[in-house]
């Protein structure tokens, strides 16, 4: 199984920017799925994640400005961030817990890079 992330870039603040990322591979599953950051310096952390059945976390710093959702036809996750600021600038990780025939995994993606500057 891997995840491909994508959909990073540099914007202005109050700009937006779409992330996806896609689980490709066999599975039976995915039971979480989920958006992590980190800034330079600083250590990664839980942007939103959406676990199955319905709970959807955020980090209160990003709580009404992005919405995680996902395509489940696609085995895609997207994350929408609206109003970005400046320190929302970090590398996004897409992140995943996949049943597969090996057992139950974490998977994550590449990074992909987020800069808000003017």
């Known amino acids: 199984v891997q995840l491909q992330a994508s959909g990073g870039g540099s914007v202005q603040p109050g700009g937006s920017l779409r992330l996806s990322c896609t689980a490709s591979?066999?599975?039976?599953?995915?039971?979480?799925v989920g958006w992590y950051r980190q800034a330079p310096g600083e250590q990664r952390e839980l942007v939103a994640r959406?676990?199955?059945?319905?709970?959807?976390d955020y980090a209160d710093s990003v709580k009404g400005r992005f919405t995680i959702f996902r395509d489940n036809a696609r085995n895609t996750v997207y994350l929408q961030m609206n109003s970005l600021k400046p320190e929302d600038t970090a590398v996004y990780y897409c992140?995943?817990?996949?049943?597969?025939?090996?057992?139950?995994?974490?998977?994550w993606g590449q990074g992909t890079q987020v800069t808000v500057s003017s």
């Open positions: 992140y995943a817990i996949i049943w597969t025939n090996r057992g139950t995994g974490d998977y």
């Open positions: 591979g066999s599975m039976f599953s995915i039971n979480v």
């Open positions: 959406k676990i199955v059945g319905g709970i959807t």
